[in-house]
């Protein structure tokens, strides 16, 4: 089975983590996303926005400019567009100011800037307003407080995101790990749907490894899981992951580690995290980077055999061709 043609680069009319907050400082960044390049910039006010990385003039990459006075400057020849993406100088040419310059307007992407992340609305139509952007509780809670973890992996993402749907490789993969060590190596997965995704879970154990992933798939897709930390204070790791397409074969994720914990207890962790339990967590992911890039993309699925412990893979096709059907019919 390949992978549906409308998934290849990421589902359309959906938000998607584009990059970190402190990522974008007082210079444009340019970044491949959902197959398009784009540039994320903050105006005087230090409000964030997002267009296509592509001048109007000859095509530069504005992420190559500067902002100046409020505006997008392209290097190339100084034309400049203000926050809505309008063109409103061209400096070459008094004629094309007032002539040219209104009727240029770059394609601008809604966003937000949430969890220390900078969101982006892909849709097919640019003028369509987007609907509001729900991201997990957890990441806006002040009970809780996390670190974000960014990488890039060589797979497509629905691989990264068949990845997460799967809790059985946790003890095989991740066996030698200090936090996904334990646990039986047989069991019996179930699936439970709910409004917005599903729940897919080991029948024979809870709290012991990764043994559950909660898919929510609305207008954004992101997995909540956790896993159980033995020390440093022991209990549980909650993480959110994201997984935004860069090409058919690259996926920027993100896993959000969080932790409901307050006074000595959430110092302490912080303290650890950084110190100790960062390079484990990133050993773990490292695991799973190698053998998704090992997978061969949609050659693999063509030839793949699926079992019971798959519940979690197939219930996350099943949903994404539902989404495509009803995005499709309406
Ligand atoms: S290409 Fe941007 S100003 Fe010429
Ligand atoms: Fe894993």
Redesign the pocket.
């Given at each position: 089975m390949d992978f549906e043609p409308q998934l290849k680069l990421g589902l359309q009319n959906m938000w998607y983590p584009i990059c970190q907050s402190a990522g974008v400082k007082e210079k444009p960044r340019g970044f491949h996303r959902l197959g398009q390049d784009v540039v994320v910039w903050r105006d005087s006010v230090g409000k964030i926005h997002i267009h296509e990385d592509r001048?109007?003039?000859?095509?530069?990459k504005?992420s190559v400019?500067e902002v100046v006075n409020g505006s997008l400057r392209?290097?190339?020849?100084?034309?400049c567009y203000d926050t809505s993406g309008q063109c409103v100088t061209i400096p070459t040419s008094k004629t094309a100011q007032t002539k040219l310059a209104p009727r240029l307007r770059l394609r601008s992407y809604e966003s937000q800037e949430r969890a220390d992340l900078v969101w982006g609305y892909f849709s097919e139509n640019a003028d369509e307003p987007a609907p509001p952007l729900i991201i997990p509780e957890e990441l806006e809670d002040p009970a809780y407080s996390g670190f974000i973890c960014e990488a890039v992996w060589k797979a497509n993402w629905i691989l990264v995101l068949e990845n997460l749907a799967d809790p059985m490789h946790g003890p095989f993969l991740h066996g030698q790990s200090l936090t996904l060590g334990r646990g039986a190596l047989e069991d019996d997965m179930r699936v439970r749907r709910n409004d917005a995704g599903f729940i897919v879970e080991r029948e024979g154990q809870r709290g012991v490894n990764f043994d559950w992933s909660e898919f929510y798939c609305d207008d954004s897709l992101w997995v909540r899981l956790d896993i159980p930390l033995p020390f440093g204070p022991k209990g549980i790791l909650r993480i959110l992951c994201f997984a935004t397409p860069m090409t058919e074969d690259s996926t920027l994720v993100y896993f959000l580690r969080y932790r409901k914990l307050s006074g000595w207890k959430r110092a302490y962790w912080r303290f650890l995290y950084k110190t100790f339990w960062e390079k484990q967590h990133f050993k773990v992911i490292e695991q799973d980077r190698v053998i998704l890039e090992s997978l061969r993309g949609a050659q693999s699925r063509m030839a793949e055999h699926l079992a019971n412990s798959d519940r979690g893979v197939t219930e996350l096709r099943k949903l994404l061709r539902e989404k495509i059907a009803c995005r499709t019919a309406q």
């Open positions: 001048c109007l003039h000859r095509g530069a504005l400019g392209c290097a190339y020849h100084g034309w």
